[in-house]
């Protein structure tokens, strides 16, 4: 199960900080991540943490937003900074294990 939480609504050019806890068994984590989706659009990447600790990101969001892990590595973070009008939208939290796990997403609402 992937519980995320901290999407709020922030005026532009704040800051949020999401949370992705996993709990139960996922196997061996290869990948965690988060996207997003507005309504009418496909869910897109965000960022990514892979087991070795590299870290990749969507172009918009490259030196804004940081994603992290807990040294259990069962906790994704994703810090987002300088937030703008169009990082608005629910954020999801992504696990790939054995098999591809989603949390239930958390809305943020940045307003200019």
């Known amino acids: 199960q992937l519980q995320a939480s901290g999407g709020g609504v922030v005026q532009s050019g704040g800051s949020l900080r999401l949370s992705c806890a996993a709990s139960g068994s996922f196997g061996s984590i290869n990948v965690m991540a988060w996207y997003r989706q507005t309504p009418g659009k496909e869910r897109e990447f965000v960022a990514l943490v892979n087991s070795g600790g590299e870290t990749y990101y969507k172009d918009s969001v490259r030196g804004r937003f940081a994603i992290s892990r807990d040294s259990a590595k069962t906790t994704v973070y994703l810090q987002m900074n300088n937030l703008r009008p169009d990082d608005t939208a629910v954020y999801f939290c992504?696990?790939?294990?054995?098999?591809?796990?989603w949390g239930q997403g958390t809305l943020v609402t940045v307003s200019s």
């Open positions: 992504y696990v790939g294990a054995d098999t591809a796990y």
